[in-house]
């Protein structure tokens, strides 16, 4: 009878271990295979972070050759701008192509270096309709704005920026005395000052927030190529 009752007792014994075995290595085999997608994860995270390191590389090289080619480009630029007469001609060719953009043809809605009286001649004289013409010079002082631009520490480049708000309020202040707001000879009781960048005309504005209300006392209006192309359609209408 002790025989039989341990014999049984082994065989529930190794059932109960067979079960627990099977339980086992199913607790493994699933350990197994979120381990596996772990690691494979992990190799795809890898290999996508190498992916974007090499292409952050790529974008970076670009991105450097790009800005050595704006310095090289700012450069000539600066330089060609060095003269008064070439800053007179960029002026001229800038606020021509505005012109142009908008249609007008020169000789007929306007004329360069066109003379108001025996000592007054704009850079420009634009006849937009109405009975009424508009003087507009487009030579503008740069000299201090492009030292600035190239100044090598912040005491500079500030002192520079001084002087280049000074350069525009005296510039201002001598396009207004030119008399080329003129309503006793046809033209509009205010003249155009042509700012040749949007930029720049923005730069000056945060420079001196109050130069567009003190050249307007003055009546003259600072213009960039998109406010004049916007002024002029508003004047033809």
């Known amino acids: 009878l002790a025989e039989t009752r341990l014999a049984g007792e082994r065989r529930a014994m190794g059932q109960t271990l067979e079960v627990e075995r099977g339980e086992l290595a199913a607790r493994l085999a699933t350990m197994l295979a979120q381990l596996e997608r772990t690691q494979g994860l992990i190799r795809e995270l890898e290999r996508d972070r190498t992916g974007k390191f090499q ?48 249609g007008l043809a020169p000789g007929i809605h306007y004329t360069r270096q066109a003379a108001l009286d025996a000592e007054r001649r704009p850079d420009f004289l634009l006849a937009l309709g109405h009975g009424r013409r508009l003087a507009m010079d487009v030579k503008f002082p ?18 520079l920026e001084a002087q280049f708000t000074k350069d525009v309020r005296a510039h201002v202040a001598a396009v207004a005395s030119r ?26 504005l945060d420079l001196a927030p109050d130069a567009i209300e003190n050249a307007a006392r003055q009546r003259v209006v600072l213009v960039g190529p998109s406010t004049l192309y916007a002024l002029l359609a ?4």
């Open 234 to 237: 508003a004047l033809r209408t």
């Open 179 to 204: 008399g080329y707001a003129a309503p006793e000879l046809g033209t509009h009781d205010f003249a155009l000052l042509f700012v040749p960048s949007d930029a720049l005309l923005v730069a000056i």
């Open 55 to 102: 292409a952050l590389a790529t974008q970076l090289r670009v991105a450097g050759d790009s800005a050595a080619e704006l310095g090289r480009t700012t450069r000539h630029l600066a330089r060609s701008l060095s003269g008064a007469k070439l800053r007179g001609q960029l002026g001229e060719r800038l606020a021509e192509d505005v012109l142009k953009a908008m």
């Open 142 to 159: 740069l000299d201090n704005w492009r030292r600035a631009v190239e100044a090598a520490d912040e005491e500079t480049q500030a002192r």
